[in-house]
């Protein structure tokens, strides 16, 4: 689901996505990303579904599956927006 090319680098205060390779010259900059945001991009770079990914937000964040799915959904609709996802 997310793009070959695109890293997560994780700094104090701060989860960057960042693109590499030739997506540099296309990407331009970076993408920041709550500590939410970033479990999900490691989940999905990993090659979990939508509901394993959900599921590990239940686990690790004391959220409903409905809310953990949603949350999920939407980040997938913000990175797809920003080019890290294929459509």
């Known amino acids: 689901m997310i793009k070959e090319g695109f890293v997560l680098r994780k700094m104090p205060g701060m989860n960057l996505v960042m ?8 990407f331009k900059g970076a993408l920041m990303l709550n500590d ?5 991009f490691s989940e999905l770079k990993s090659g ?6 959900a599921e590990t937000l239940t686990r690790e964040y004391d959220v409903t599956l409905e809310k ?3 949350d999920v ?12 996802i294929n459509a």
């Open 48 to 53: 979990r579904t939508i509901e394993e990914t």
């Open 19 to 26: 693109p590499t390779g030739a997506n540099v010259k296309e």
């Open 36 to 40: 939410t945001g970033a479990l999900i």
């Open 73 to 84: 959904e939407k980040t997938i609709a913000s990175l797809k927006e920003a080019g890290v």
């Open 68 to 70: 953990a799915k949603s």
